[in-house]
Every structure is written in C-alpha cells, then in structure tokens.
C-alpha cells in the first residue's frame, strides 16, 4: 500500500484571507477552532496517456474521518491496478473523472469486476461496446457466432452503439424492432418498383421492335440499371433471432454485474412462425407458371418430380449427393462433410458426424450443430447401390487425376495430386465440394428439367414425402430427418403429408373405371333402373 499512500493525504484549510487578500488555507490561525475551515482529501494519480502528471483533489468535508474513509477508498482503487500500466492509466482516468464531475467515489469492488472485463471504469459504457465485448468473448460453434456478429453489425450495432449501457431501455430496444419494420416498408416498395420497371424493359411481342421501341426500351433499362438492386426483408422469424441475440448479450452483461435489468426481454415482436411445407401439385404449378408466385417459401416436389429431377440429375457426377439428399433427407452441409468411414454399406447404415459449412464464402468442417443433427440412419438397398457406383467412380477419377499429375511432372510443369479428405463426395481433385457448387449444379438440373423451383435444403423435405408414401408416420419422418423433437415434424410436415394422402386418393378414384361418371351429367339426371 506504500506506493499509494505516497503523494497524498487529509488537511484542513479554509477560506479566510489575510491583509494582503490572498488565501491563507492551512496558515489560518482560526483552523484549529471546532466547526472553522473544511477537510481536504489530496491524492497523486498515475500519469495520463501523454505523462501528465495528475492530482486528485476534493474539498468540503465536515469531518476528518469522512474525509480519511474516501481517500482510503481512492487509494484502494489506486491499488487494484498492480503493476499493470494501462490498468494505472485507466484508474487514473477513472478518478479524474470522478474529480472532475464531482461524482461519489465508486467502490473498489466495482471497480475490480470492470478491470476484469476490460470494460471502461467510468460506468459510461455504451451498449455497442458491449456488443462488441460479448461477441468476441462468445466460445459457440462458428457458424452461430457469425450469426451473432451479423445481427450486431447489420441491425443492433447502428441502433444501439450510442447508447449507454447502463441506462438502455425497452423502448430502446422496441425502436430497433420498429425501425427494421419501417426499413421492410422501403425495401418491398423499391421491390415493387424494380418488378414493374422490369416489366416495361421487355418487348412483349413476336419480332425485333422497331427503332422507336428499342430507343424506348433502352430508356426504361437504364432506369432499371440506376435503380436499387433486389433486398430481402427482414422477416418475422429473423427478427426473433436477432432478438434472441440481444437478449443473449444482456444476460450476459448481468451476469458481469454491468446492469441489473434485460430490457429486450420486455420486447413485443409478430410471431414468428415456421413456413408450412406445401407440396407442387398440378394446381400450384399452373398458377405458378402463370404468375411467377410461389404458394409457400417451402416448397416440394411431389414422387413424379422427384423422379424427373433424378433422371435428369444422373448425367451430373453429383447424382449421388442429391439421390442422398431426396431419400435420406441429408442436409447440404451434412452430405458435402459425410465422411466414407461413416458409411457402412454392408450393414446399410450412415452416421452423421461431420458437415462441412460456409463461414463467409469459406468451406469449414463442423461437428453438427446439436446432438439431434448426429446420428444414425438406415439405407435403402437402392441407394446403397448408388453410394457403391459413387465409389467406383471416385476411384477412377482418382486414377486419371493422379496418371495427369504423372504426365505434368514429366513435362516439368507443377501440379498436385489427389487430395486424400476421406469424403464421401468430392471435387475432381478429391478436394471438399465447395456447398454452394452443390447448390448451383441443383438449380441447373431442375431448370432442364423443367421443374417448378424448390431449393436444395427443400430436396430435403421431399424425403418426407417419400417416407410417408412408403408407409412411414411422423415418427419415422423425425428419426430419418433427426429432428429435435416430433412437434417440430408435424408443425412442418402435417399439412404436406395431408396434401400426398389426397393426391394418392385423387389417383386410386381414378384407375376405377365408372361408366355413368363418364356418360357426363345429362345422363346423372335420368331416373334410376
């Protein structure tokens, strides 16, 4: 405490003044009088950042011991920095601070639990700083880290960092929910725009326009051209997440003691529901056609599409991966990060225990994110069969890859063998398949097939629709797809299985032939025999 207690200490002085005008302080000879004069706490701070030297100084006490306990506190605080000369420097502008808007003397309690969150001293922290300190603390998977970090930058972060943390509140939090609602407005306007000056960009007859048209039509597209691009809203079940997040980070700074109250607790959002499966009956697809709208932002492809989209998808050397996918209902990253040691085909089983996922535009290999992802599946004696073609295959493109690495070499140019991942699937050089290549090489596949759209993590729930038609329940659907409970099956899937079981028994009324049904209604009027 030596160090400390150096520069420092209580006087007593007044505010008498001698003949002359100037102050006598400590010399007035009426100081020792009860009641005359005022304590004084004096106490040398560290150095500021440019090696100031600073004094801590306050006035007024009416007692001695008053003044002693609040420079026996300053010196506590002095103390807790130790050795560490950013923590001295970050002290100092602590109790400059202090002096400096006459503010009580914080507890150096308070302040030890700030140094060790390398939070500011001060308590003025703001809540983007916050953010900041949470997120780059977060020990979660990376994938839910990027998520974290992109609700902060995108939507968080520009709403809140001005705030102080100590004093945000509901309302606070209720204006970022508001103000992203208010950003939706725009951005389905501009939306709506672009669509319409999309419209008038096209020359909807037969033949070339004429020099009139086309100079029109080369107007209205360079209007679109300055237009802003297509943005996607920010939608209900998003902003849920992006709560989630929030929430997360204010518990996190209670637990630190940094305030006491989760204000985005009290946050009131739209439900946030899951979209319901809808399956592409003949119906939908006719009125797709007709207006580009899709019924559902999940969508899936009945058996018969299914079966399109496989016989067109058998000429791509990525057949196996989307045969997997429609049957056993792997997602991308799951199927891109199989690993072949986890493929057992003599006892037709797959396990699922890495998957390979994007963090940026970058491929990094994951354990699945909860304990229900991994796990055990059976397979099919038909898809066994493709998984052992798929081998063969890889085996001879191993072959080929490593005789042109041969013929490279041999001609002094440089070149890399087979990368050995022990992936199932892979590029052409053995290396991981990129996810997004998967994705793309499915959009392509089902736009020759002429199929309505569906995404690839939709190819997904088509293997719902396979295991019910082949006699399976929800249970059963929850198992193969590893859902994390039966409730999130059936939210998805029951009104999709609803829809198969009535197109199967719009089929069966159909291969009943009926010959007073097919005499027409004239004749459902005569009377009966």
């Known amino acids: 405490m030596a160090s400390a207690r150096r520069g420092g200490g209580v006087t ?8 002359d005008g100037k102050l006598l302080g400590t010399a007035c000879p009426r100081l020792s009088k009860k009641g005359h ?12 950042a440019d090696g100031a030297r600073r004094t801590f100084r306050r006035t007024g006490y009416e007692k001695v011991t008053t003044a002693q306990a609040d420079l026996d506190r300053i010196r506590a605080i002095l103390e807790l920095a130790g050795d560490d000369a950013d923590a001295k420097r970050r002290v100092g502008d602590l109790l400059q601070g202090v002096m400096r808007d006459r503010t009580e003397i914080p507890d150096p309690v308070e302040v030890t639990r700030r140094i060790g969150v390398g939070v500011p001293l001060d308590g003025a922290m703001t809540a983007g700083a916050w953010l900041d300190t949470w997120v780059a603390a977060k020990k979660t998977k990376k994938r839910t880290t990027t998520g974290y970090e992109s609700h902060i930058r995108r939507h968080l972060a520009p709403r809140l960092s001005h705030h102080r943390l100590d004093r945000l509140s509901v309302t606070h939090c209720q204006a970022v929910f508001d103000a992203i609602d208010d950003e939706n407005e725009v951005i389905a306007a501009e939306n709506q725009r672009r669509r319409e000056q999309e419209a008038r960009c096209k020359w909807h007859k037969n033949g070339r326009p004429p020099a009139a048209e086309q100079a029109r039509l080369q107007a209205e597209r360079a209007k679109l ?12 079940a998003t902003q849920q997440r992006i709560r989630a997040t929030l929430r997360a980070a204010l518990n996190g700074a209670i637990k630190r003691q940094l305030i006491t109250f989760n204000p985005a607790a009290h946050v009131e959002l739209a439900a946030g529901t899951r979209p319901k499966a ?44 989307y045969h997997l996918i429609a049957f056993r209902g792997l997602r991308r990253g799951e199927a891109v990060g199989q690993n ?49 073609e798929n081998r ?13 690495v041969a013929q490279e070499r041999a001609q002094g140019r440089a070149a890399s063998p087979w990368v050995e991942t022990g992936k199932e699937f892979t590029d052409v050089d053995g290396a991981w398949l990129h996810p997004d290549k998967v994705s793309v090489e499915f959009t392509r596949i089902a736009v020759t097939a002429g199929l309505p759209p569906i995404n690839l993590r939709d190819l997904r729930h088509c293997a ?24 999130l099956a059936s939210d998805t899937y029951t009104s999709l299985l609803q829809e198969v079981d009535l197109e199967i028994a ?19 009027t005569a009377s009966p025999v």
């Open 37 to 48: 004069g005022a304590y004084v706490v004096r106490q040398e701070l560290p150095p500021a």
């Open 464 to 487: 719902a629709t396979l295991i019910h038609a082949g006699g399976g329940d929800l249970h059963a659907i929850k198992e193969t797809l590893r859902h994390s409970t039966i409730r």
């Open 340 to 388: 072949e040691a986890d493929i057992d085909l003599d006892a037709q089983t797959l396990t699922v225990a890495k998957e390979i996922v994007l963090d940026g535009w970058t491929p990094v290999e994951d354990t699945p994110k909860t304990d229900g992802s991994a796990g055990t599946i059976a397979l099919d004696s038909l898809t066994v069969a493709v998984l052992r």
């Open 506 to 524: 719009e089929k069966a009324a159909m291969l009943v032939p009926r010959a007073r049904r097919a005499a027409g209604p004239a004749q459902e």
């Open 392 to 404: 063969l295959r890889k085996a001879r493109e191993r072959a080929a890859w490593n005789r042109h």
């Open 12 to 19: 007593k002085r007044c505010e008498c003044r001698g003949l």
């Open 225 to 236: 051209a300055a237009m802003p691009p297509y943005r996607r809203i920010t939608g209900p």
């Open 278 to 321: 809808v399956l592409w009956t003949s119906q939908h697809v006719a009125r797709w056609r007709e207006t580009g709208e899709k019924p559902s932002a999940v969508m899936v492809w009945t058996p018969a599409q299914i079966g399109a989209f496989l016989d067109e998808a058998e000429s791509s050397r990525l057949y196996p991966i």
